[in-house]
């Protein structure tokens, strides 16, 4: 999709000046380090990008071709921050899963904001124990009752915002992705079955169901 632009780089490069020709708001860009190890080009393509017009670049620390696999490599993320002729915002992408990493990035790499995406999916709360982290140097991990209420704020705002069948469509994979779940035993069955639910009462009832096999297995031992 988008990414295959950063195998024609030209043609990359007119369809952004003509976005930011086109429109009154503020356009940015999120791409990779380059297509494969051997096209690295991010510092010289943000360069140019920010010549087209952009306000912002948000840079994932892989190529196009490891996909999600590997480790992101923020150095290059970094070379950006200082190299002088970038003048606008640089946000780092790239393995962020805990307050921790987020406030290591801002600290080691001098971004000027991080992305998250992966790490939020089935997690929402991710982004308010990053602002903790960052505002007082720690963060209060949530309960899992609070934990679940946002699941079903969740599930509820993206049913809101488009209809029913679409907008559990939308949210029953992110759900079913939970770190929640992770070591349920036998948990298989119940993620299959919310990766097909496709009303609000089956939604809800299985994500009951979940939420007392999480809680059981929480329960200390006696």
Known sequence: AGAGMLRD???MLEITREVVKAVNLPVTVKTRLGWDHNQKIIVELAEQ????????????????????????DWTLIKALKDDPRMEIPIIGNGDITTPEQAVDAFDRFCVDGVMIGRASFGAPWIFRDVRQMIDTGTYSPRSLGEKFALLLRQIRESVERIDEYRGILHIRRHLASSPLFKGIPNFRETRIRMLRADTLAELYDILEEARQRVAENSAPAE
Do not use: E, F, N
């Not at 010549?51 to 490891?66: K, Y």
């Open 9 to 11: 780089i030209p043609k």
């Open 49 to 72: 990008l920010q010549d087209c017009g952009i306000q912002a670049i948000t840079v994932h620390g892989r190529t196009r071709s490891q996909m999600y696999t590997g480790q992101a």
